[in-house]
């Protein structure tokens, strides 16, 4: 069965330091998706990321990085020289491939980050 | 703001009642996803839609049901409320039809079972 495991429940750092966000997933399947979400205190979700199982290559935008470890089932998410805006609860999120109707996104239970000015 | 829109924003109303929440999605977007988040059940996937037709099914119950029109709208129908239905309903939309690519969220429309 599929599981995403968000250990961190709250994170709190001060602004400009750099804080990973962990995410360990389960999954039968060899092929699969892996997500991030970002959930500020606005309410609205914003899509940040999606990875294929078959990518294992770490992504990077701006100050968002992305590691994606097969080898211990993980995809952290790690944020530089955060900033209040960052301020957020992250959700990660795992779906294996859509071969029938189905198929569904798991997500785990989110990290609420704050970022201290 | 998203391009998406869902109304109402708030809807509160009482148990064994039936409620219609309602989603449109981006211009060109051919894609509705829709999902709910509780305190208890955290966010779950529940029903996607593609171009008029079902595309997958997530934890939806059966006192629930979906459509997207051919305006590409999209309805989310929850009948014989429970007190366990008060949640944020969200609805998404994409470009494409699978696997969850880029989507874009709504506000949601939070329901509250009295």
């Known amino acids: 069965a599929q599981k995403v495991t968000q250990a961190q429940t709250e994170i709190s750092v001060v602004e400009k330091e750099d804080v990973t966000l962990d995410c360990v997933y389960e999954t039968r399947d060899t092929t699969y998706y892996l997500f991030w979400y970002k959930q500020p205190p606005s309410g609205e979700l914003v899509f940040l990321i999606r990875r294929n199982s078959f990518d294992e290559q770490n992504e990077i935008s701006g100050r968002y990085s992305w590691n994606f470890q097969k080898s211990t089932s993980s995809f952290n998410f790690t944020i530089t020289a955060s900033q209040v805006v960052d301020s957020a609860v992250y959700f990660c999120a795992l779906s294996e491939l859509f071969m029938n109707r189905d198929d569904k996104i798991i997500f785990g239970k989110g990290t609420r980050l704050h970022i201290l000015p | ?114």
């Open chain 2, 1 to 114: 703001d998203s391009g998406v829109t869902q109304t109402p924003k708030h809807l509160i109303t009482a148990t064994g009642q039936r409620v219609t929440l309602r989603c449109s999605p981006r211009s060109g977007d051919l894609s509705v996803y829709w999902y709910q988040q509780s305190l208890d059940q955290g966010l779950q996937f529940l029903i996607q839609y593609y171009n008029g037709e079902e595309r997958a099914k997530g934890n939806i119950l059966e006192r629930f049901s979906a459509q997207q029109f051919p305006d590409l709208h999209s309805e989310l129908n929850l009948s014989s409320l429970e007190l366990g239905d008060s949640a944020l309903y969200f609805c998404a939309s994409s470009v494409g039809w699978g696997d969850y690519n880029e989507q874009f969220f709504g506000p949601g429309t939070r329901l509250t079972v009295l």
